[in-house]
């Protein structure tokens, strides 16, 4: 069965800088996607940014464009999250995500944004942003 693990999380302070990554267990798929999500307590799941591996295209959600960068290594089927000014708002728990379907390149952050489409799941790490 195939498994993404996250790497830990952690506590930092307002503008701190923070690097997540993901792997899966697995690299018996292909044509596909990642992404990451996050969570935050009492709040819906909020798409962050996803990479396309044709091309590695990337989309990211309105509130991270400019401050995160996605990036990933097909080869070891493994994904990257660098953040960078963080901001008490971004305190959540964050959920790594995999697709498995072609994706035709026409769809947009929209498409990449919804939950959903994606085959397999990450438990989650928990990252913390303090004033």
């Known amino acids: 069965q195939v498994m993404l693990l996250e790497s830990r999380g952690g506590l930092v302070q307002a503008g701190d800088s923070l690097r997540l990554s993901c792997a899966a267990s697995?690299?018996?798929?292909?044509?596909?996607?990642m992404a990451w999500f996050r969570q935050a307590p009492g709040k819906e799941r909020e798409f962050v940014a996803a990479?396309?591996?044709?091309?590695?295209?990337?989309y990211y959600g309105d509130s991270v464009n400019g401050r995160f960068t996605i990036s990933g290594d097909l080869a070891k089927y493994a994904v990257y999250l660098q953040m960078n000014n963080l901001k008490p708002e971004d305190t959540a728990v964050y959920f790594c995500?995999?697709?498995?379907?072609?994706?035709?390149?026409?769809?947009?952050?929209?498409?990449?944004?919804?939950?959903?489409?994606?085959?397999?799941w990450g438990q989650g790490t928990q990252v913390t942003v303090s004033s």
């Open positions: 990479i396309n591996w044709s091309g590695n295209k990337t």
């Open positions: 995500a995999a697709d498995r379907d072609p994706i035709p390149a026409y769809l947009g952050v929209s498409y990449y944004s919804y939950g959903p489409m994606y085959d397999f």
């Open positions: 697995e690299r018996t798929f292909s044509n596909y996607a």
